[in-house]
């Protein structure tokens, strides 16, 4: 996220951790580090932010519904925005309400 000063990434991270944000790496099919995904699950469903190196994000809703039968299924995409890191955190930290 090297677009954005080394203050505004602190804050950024603080504001992961202090609203229940968990990391996992993000790898690619050959192996290489490409971002991290942060999540935290939330009132029926599971909220998710994808941070790519550039400063940018996905970040979105996704129905809490899983089985370890059907692995690859899951709960639809309720709600989803794309754009820079800080705006995608400010979208799921104040838009609590879920459109279905």
Do not use: C
Not at 18 to 34: A, E, I, K, S, T
Not at 38 to 57: D, I
Not at 58 to 82: C, I, K, L, N, T
Request: charged share 20%; proline share 6%.
């Amino acid at each position: 996220m090297n677009t954005m000063s080394r203050k505004a990434i602190e804050e950024f991270g603080y504001h992961l951790w202090n609203h229940g944000f968990q990391p996992l790496p993000d790898v690619d099919d050959d192996g290489r580090l490409v971002g991290v995904r942060m999540w935290r699950p939330h009132a029926g469903h599971v909220e998710f932010l994808a941070l790519r190196a550039p400063g940018v994000a996905s970040a979105g809703r996704v129905a809490a519904e899983f089985s370890y039968h059907d692995p690859f299924v899951f709960g639809p995409v309720v709600d989803f925005r794309h754009g820079h890191a800080l705006n995608a955190l400010a979208w799921l930290l104040t838009s609590d309400e879920v459109s279905r």
